[in-house]
């Protein structure tokens, strides 16, 4: 595939194509949106509820060449200014990753979930990962004929409002009792925005119609029709780290040059200018305004934006082809406005528990839109797969030291003194301002990190990527298939040239024969090796690179 020169707003490079039971649910009352044209009945503050302000406030954060200051302004914490993990949008899956033929388990923000496609009303549903029977998985049932859910442990139905359809077991000429609420399964708001299915972490009632007040998050890149003949591909991956440590490392340019040296390749800089082999420069980076919804910042003409909790997006690199003359400034500068390649990259960072987290990428670019539809997306993914591979050993073991450290210390336990760390720091004073200084995970979990395993166990891509995406489950299979075919095709060429007679076989066929079974096994080799490679697992050493 040809490679692509992009000058980045990172670092310039050549790209080669049961419900949880919160204390907080229970003791307060739930907080309500309200559309911003609809203002609510004044008998909703009527009830010991205090009126909610909608102002928070912002700031400007200057940070200097030298040092980025920490001396914040000191801000009363209260009620509208705290983030609550538990009343945002979350995502779960692209739409294009969601089989409708089965159900799938997915965990979110501590929160077991099973989605499946309910073919009565049209629509994907999330509910609790859990029958009320006896607690068995419902993400390992089926749906069965009729479109319900169903639990393959002792088969009990469900539909598509949660409620219990069938009991099995229930003897018919008795009182119905799956009626009953006891059988009844916990149901979770869910929106389809951005070819992405979206889903609220609370099942109270009261939010069940949320979306009609409070959207996710709007993504212009993939939302917006202007960029609709724009080329968009999208990778899913588990992450064996946290989802603060997962933004961090997407929010930090100057990591390339040296994290993914030889996969992301640095254009040559000037002898009087260059400090190592691999290319590092100073960063300009400027945060431009800080508040509860998130931060933006400012890289030269470009804009990087933080929707919290979930969502980062900007434009990752710029390049403009020669132009030619032209007759009149105006054809001129069409031209050059038509030959800008553009290349973004949205990241959705999703928390699923402590020390493991979600990333959907959507790269956008509106240059070799055809490779885009010829190529499949198995072959893009092979090389994001490694670029995060490369780095992924280093910043679990980081997770854990800064674990050590306290999550409330960051500032005092990593110097930060460029601009090159100005988003990084950006996101630690959200985090730390309105969102507690870090996930809350309510009760669920005592917030201790999962042990380090092998490394050929962290570094796995089949159980974290390969299963989940169509594109490349179905280039696995495929594979696996050819492989077979070119060990079946050697062993019956040895066999044909072996018991052939020489009356029936000519000397220059049979070693013909020979040789091309020869060559199917090296191809079939090969394969193995390419396949457990690009599905399985791919070290990557820096020491050698």
């Known amino acids: 595939m040809e490679a692509l020169t992009i000058s980045t707003c990172f670092a310039p490079f050549h790209f080669n194509l049961s419900t949880p039971r919160f204390s907080r649910i229970i003791c307060e009352k739930p907080k309500l949106y309200f559309p911003l044209n609809q203002q609510p009945h004044k008998s909703y503050f009527s009830s010991n509820q205090p009126h909610q302000n909608a102002r928070f406030n912002l700031f400007t954060s200057n940070i200097s060449n030298s040092t980025i200051s920490t001396n914040e302004p000191q801000l009363l914490q209260n009620q509208e200014e705290k983030f609550e993990w538990y009343e945002q949008w979350y995502p779960i899956m692209p739409i294009s990753e969601l089989d409708k033929r ?251 528990s402590p020390g493991k987290s979600r990333l959907i990428i959507t790269a956008v670019r509106n240059f070799a839109v055809w490779e885009h539809k010829l190529i499949p997306p198995w072959i893009f993914h092979l090389e994001v797969n490694l670029i995060i591979d490369s780095d992924l050993y280093l910043l679990h073991l980081q997770e854990h030291k800064l674990k050590e450290k306290g999550a409330h210390n960051w500032q005092k336990a990593c110097y930060v003194p460029t601009k090159a760390d100005a988003l990084v720091v950006g996101f630690r004073k959200w985090l730390n301002k309105y969102g507690g200084g870090q996930v809350d995970w309510a009760t669920k979990f005592t917030g201790d990190l999962p042990p380090t395993p092998f490394r050929e166990q962290l570094l796995d891509r089949y159980w974290t990527h390969t299963v989940q995406c169509t594109s490349c489950s179905k280039a696995y299979k495929s594979l696996n298939a050819l492989e077979i075919i070119l060990q079946t095709i050697s062993v019956a060429s040895i066999g044909i040239a072996a018991a052939a007679k020489e009356s029936v076989i000519s000397i220059g066929a049979r070693y013909f024969l020979v040789f091309f079974a020869l060559l199917c096994f090296v191809g079939s080799r090969w394969l193995s090796k390419f396949i457990y490679k690009s599905f399985h697992y791919h070290d990557y050493d820096h020491a050698f690179r």
């Open 102 to 352: 089965r159900p799938h388990g997915k965990k979110v923000m501590g929160i077991d979930v099973v989605v499946w496609w309910d073919k009565n009303e049209k629509q994907w549903k999330v509910m609790d990962d859990s029958c009320p029977h006896r607690s068995a998985p419902l993400s390992e049932g089926r749906i069965d004929q009729w479109g319900r859910l169903q639990c393959v442990y002792h088969g009990w139905c469900f539909g598509g409002s949660g409620d219990c359809k069938f009991i099995p077991q229930a003897p018919r000429d008795k009182p119905p009792v799956h009626t009953s609420k006891r059988a009844c399964l916990a149901v979770y708001p869910s929106v389809v925005q951005s070819y992405i299915l979206w889903f609220w972490p609370n099942s109270d009632p009261l939010y069940k119609d949320i979306h009609l007040t409070k959207r996710p998050p709007y993504i212009p890149l993939i939302d917006d029709t202007s960029y609709s003949s724009y080329a968009k591909s999208t990778l899913v991956r588990d992450i064996p780290y946290g989802y603060e440590i997962l933004i961090e490392n997407l929010m930090d340019p100057s990591h390339i040059n040296y994290a993914h040296y030889g996969i992301m390749k640095v254009p040559e800089l000037p002898d009087s200018v260059k400090a190592d082999r691999e290319g590092g420069m100073p960063f300009d980076i400027s945060p431009a305004k800080l508040d509860f919804n998130g931060f933006t910042a400012k890289q030269g003409t470009g804009e990087h934006k933080f929707i919290a909790p979930c969502v980062y997006y900007g434009p990752f690199g710029l390049a403009i082809e020669d132009n030619l003359d032209k007759e009149s400034s105006e054809s001129e500068e069409q031209s050059s406005s038509d030959k800008i390649q553009r290349l973004f990259l949205v990241f959705i960072c999703v928390p699923v």
